[in-house]
């Protein structure tokens, strides 16, 4: 499986809109910056996510982008899916994606490798990211020792 830039930066303007939650409206220049992302390409961006319902936005000097669903029902799966379309198979060096060719015999494996991470990306929400990267800014996190 391959991430586009363009996906990648998806998952990160997504990530900042819900890590900005409940502020109103974000201005784009804002996102750009904090996640260094190239304002001409991260309007493009923020296009297919606002076309694909998962932001809305207002024009003008007061304006900007805002979630519009819940990050607890957007998966990272959803925004690449909007962003990408179809999901890749995994790739392989030297085989293209999802290379089932019969003299493969390693083809069983990198399927069970591409599902499973699948299987993240659909179940990893953008509220639960949000939380992780909270918990890794907060000064008073704890530490568990083993």
């Known amino acids: 499986m391959r991430i586009s830039a363009k996906g990648e930066y998806g998952i990160r303007a997504m990530l900042d ?29 923020l296009l297919l996510l606002r076309r694909a319902g998962f932001l809305e936005s207002k024009r003008g000097a007061t304006g900007g982008y805002q979630l519009v669903k819940p990050p607890e029902e957007v998966s990272v799966g959803d925004v690449l899916r909007a962003i ?8 392989v060096a030297g085989r293209g994606p999802g ?42 996190r704890a530490v568990y020792h083993i």
């Open 99 to 140: 290379d089932t060719s019969p003299g493969s015999d390693l083809a069983a494996l990198w399927q069970e490798v591409a599902d499973a991470v699948g299987a993240v990306i659909d179940r990893l929400t953008f509220a639960e990211l949000a939380d992780r990267a909270r918990a890794r800014r907060s000064p008073h």
């Open 17 to 45: 809109l819900t890590l900005h939650q409940g502020r109103g409206l974000v201005p784009i220049q804002e996102i750009a910056q904090r996640q260094r992302i190239p304002q001409r390409y991260l309007e493009q961006v």
């Open 84 to 91: 990408d379309g179809r999901i890749a198979a995994l790739e």
